[in-house]
């Protein structure tokens, strides 16, 4: 079992920058970042593969950035020019499959979230 623990969340004005941080107890092929809105679903954000093969939400291409250590145990989501619209509870997974995902269901472990809030 793979723990996943999330940091760096927190209130920030629109524009403003967050960096969000996912330490995992042991690698996983992909990992990935997802956030659920209040009374929404849970969106794919940011994903990166073992071969750090990226890929982005359309939603949020271009603004935010998913990196990862050598050592494939912390992963990064860096999040500029931030809208209201990106207020969610944000999720950090890490899914044994060796491609990139937007399914949830292809993830096999979870975080318990990081809130970020975002004012207008």
């Known amino acids: 079992q793979v723990q996943l623990v999330e940091s760096g969340g927190g209130l920030v004005q629109s524009g403003g920058s967050l960096r969000l941080s996912c330490v995992a107890s042991?690698?996983?092929?992909?990992v990935g970042w997802f956030r659920q809105a209040s009374g929404k679903a849970r969106d794919f954000v940011a994903s990166?593969?073992?071969?750090?093969?990226?890929d982005y939400a359309d939603s949020v291409k271009g603004r935010f950035t998913i990196t990862r250590d050598n050592a494939m145990v912390t992963t990064y989501l860096q999040m500029n020019s931030l809208k209201p619209e990106d207020t969610a509870v944000y999720y950090c997974?890490?899914?044994?499959?060796?491609?990139?995902?937007?399914?949830?269901?292809?993830?096999?472990?979870w975080g318990q979230g990081t809130q970020v809030t975002v004012s207008s």
């Open positions: 997974t890490g899914s044994i499959l060796f491609g990139s995902s937007r399914d949830a269901s292809d993830y096999t472990y």
């Open positions: 042991a690698r996983t092929a992909t």
């Open positions: 990166v593969s073992r071969t750090d093969i990226t």
